[in-house]
């Protein structure tokens, strides 16, 4: 149980294009799902929190403007990022919890690799 | 930056060998976890302990907790080379977890 799954995987785009990445929880319902990015041999650096049906919390630094998130369902977030530069490019990972049973733990995606060429 | 910190950086051992990875952080916690990210992948989550807790154990993982130093430890125990990968610490819970900085293990053969 408790799988979380992101698409696509991966995604190679153009500089000055948006790019979407959902985050979907398969076997539970997520009230609360989180935006992570990674860059190489580098942690995570949270992003935003997503509340099912609010708009997202984001930390400090992040564009909301540049990073929209959108948290529809109990089961799906979006995360897209517009107007796509270089810089840009990382690996970016959902996490979410688990609202009746565990809330301490969160349940990571595999990740979505983003490059902008 | 609340960012932990995490030592060594990289540990590279041979296979049958016990790994000891060490995590420090900054605030006061509820609990402190700890994940494995094999390369380009998602998190795994491995285990939590709680603040009133010292020690826990899971398989072949042990992890120790000192609140007054505020300090954790992961011991992997007879390591296997598909332990390589890279563990975080992470303090905090289901709002926000903030992560440390990671360390790089690879278990050779």
């Known amino acids: 149980g408790a799988v979380v799954s992101q698409h696509p995987s991966w995604v190679i785009c153009k500089s000055g294009t948006s790019v979407k990445i959902e985050c979907r929880s398969l076997d539970f319902q997520a009230t609360t799902m989180f935006w992570y990015r990674q860059f190489p041999k580098q942690s995570l650096m949270l992003m935003a929190t997503?509340?099912?049906?609010?708009?997202?919390?984001?930390e400090q630094g992040v564009e909301k403007d540049k990073f929209l998130i959108n948290h529809a369902s109990l089961t799906l977030s979006t995360l897209t990022v517009t107007s796509a530069h270089p810089e840009d490019s990382s690996f970016y990972i959902c996490?979410?919890?688990?609202?009746?049973?565990?809330?301490?733990?969160?349940?990571f995606g595999p990740g979505t690799r983003l490059l902008v060429l | 930056s609340q960012q932990g910190e995490e030592d060594p950086q990289a540990l590279s051992i041979q296979e049958g060998e016990n790994a000891t990875m060490n995590c420090s952080y900054k605030t006061s916690i509820n609990n402190l976890q700890w994940y494995r990210q094999n390369s380009g992948r998602g998190l795994v989550h491995l285990i939590l302990i709680r603040s009133n807790e010292r020690e826990k154990h899971s398989g072949r993982l042990r992890v120790t907790l000192d609140t007054s130093k505020k300090s954790s430890s992961l011991l992997i125990t007879a390591s296997r080379a598909a332990d390589t990968a890279s563990y975080f610490c992470a303090e905090g819970g289901g709002n926000k977890l903030t992560f440390g900085t990671g360390t790089q293990l690879k278990v050779e053969l």
């Open positions: 996490s979410a919890t688990d609202h009746t049973t565990n809330q301490e733990t969160q349940y």
């Open positions: 997503s509340n099912e049906g609010s708009k997202a919390t984001y």
